[in-house]
Nanobody
Framework: QVQVAESGGGLVQAGGSLRLSCAAS??????VGWFRQAPGKEREFVAA????????YYADSVKGRFTVSRDNAKKTDYLQMNSLRPEDTAVYYC?????????????????WGQGTQVTVSS
């Protein structure tokens, strides 16, 4: 059974950085995506990486500031978030899918983590 767990959230000032980690145990060859949900808003796509990291997608709002990467040896994905803004404040979720391709839609992901809070103060 696949289990997904995120870590690395916290409180940071605007302009700062955080790195989120995602461990998807039991997942072989699947793609990973990152999503976020702010209070009162729908869950939105942030970034995604194909199973071997060859293809990545980013939301326009984070392009140039956030970077996804994967350590295949550790079976861990990372979301490096730089130049954080107050509007980045949200619960961030890692999701995994059985297919190898990166995807933007929440419906294409099979497994979800519990989420980690990221708060950016102004």
């Amino acid at each position: 059974q696949v289990q997904v767990a995120e870590s690395g959230g916290g409180l940071v000032q605007a302009g700062g950085s955080l790195r989120l980690s995602c461990a998807a145990s039991g997942l072989e060859g699947g793609a990973v995506g990152w999503f976020r949900q702010a209070p009162g808003k729908e869950r939105e796509f942030v970034a995604a990486s194909s199973s071997y990291g060859r293809t990545t997608y980013y939301a326009d709002s984070v392009k140039g500031r956030f970077t996804v990467s994967r350590d295949n040896a550790k079976k861990t994905d990372y979301l490096q978030m730089n130049s954080l803004r107050p509007e980045d404040t949200a619960v961030y979720y890692c999701a995994a899918r059985n297919g190898p391709g990166a995807a933007r839609a929440t419906t294409l992901y099979d497994y979800w983590g519990q989420g980690t809070q990221v708060t950016v103060s102004s």
